[in-house]
């Protein structure tokens, strides 16, 4: 799943090719990826739109036009999310298709269909998208040692897993819950009542550092990203311990190892991380 580095970049790419653009004409090949209203209904009120600019909270992207009526996806687990020319060969999976003012395609790829679209009109309370119950934004200056411990502190779960909860820090996924730990030189397993006022001071600062850097080393440019097909633009080969099990840890050279922590695959250094208990 595309988290907040790899959704941000997804931004900054597409927000240029769309501002000032009027949506002619949609098409929506498969109903299930609107969410809010039901599929025709949107096509009408997306048609004939003008678009201002997008914005990003957590994982969510926003497109705002200029009639003060908005537009909101999650691109869940395969979602892409493309702007292309019109005679751009179609991928498969293509569910959604706008044509610009301007002579070319936004484009809504998704294998497995999870991602959603939602449009609401100017001055509609956002009660359908999930996006209002989001926490602190990574790189928000709220987000110090004392709110994630007073969040936080008295969990008994794995500080792994509630990293994940969006409602505590929105964007945060199994990707950068691991690289956040390893710069922390916090065993992923350890559970958040048992961290000390250090462990939080050190949390606050490496969860704005490590996303500032995964925005940093996703960037790239619009062709390389259609290129891609809006996927094979991320930080993969420089991450340091997610995906790595079995591979030396860059910082001591012990082998990483992985585990299963509230559902999910954890790779970690054990000795840049050692377990407590």
Known sequence: ?????????????????????????????????????EAEAFEKLLTGQMVKGISRRGKFLTVHFESGDRMTLHLRMTGQLLVTPSDYPVEKHTHLVAELSGGRQIRYVDVRRFGRFWYLKACEPDIVT??????????????????????????????????????????????YSDEVLFAAGIYPGTKCDALSDADWQCLAIKISTIILWGIETNQT????????????????????????????????GQTIEKATIGGRTSCYCPNCQRNPL
Request: net charge neutral; charged share 25%; proline share 8%.
């Open 1 to 37: 799943m595309p988290e907040l580095p790899e959704v941000e970049t997804i931004r900054r790419i597409i927000e240029p090719q769309l501002a000032g653009q009027t949506i002619l004409h949609v098409t929506i090949n498969n109903p299930q990826i609107v969410a809010y209203p």
């Open 130 to 175: 999930g996006r209002e119950q989001l926490g602190l934004e990574p790189l928000d200056d709220a987000l110090t040692a004392d709110y994630l411990k007073i969040r936080l502190g008295g969990r008994r779960k794995a500080i792994k897993e509630m990293l994940h909860d969006q409602s505590i820090v929105a964007g945060i996924g199994n990707i």
């Open 221 to 252: 440019t619009p062709e390389e990203y259609l290129a891609g097909k809006g996927k094979e633009y991320r930080n993969t080969p420089v991450l340091r311990v997610y995906g790595r099990a079995g591979r030396p840890c860059t910082t001591c």
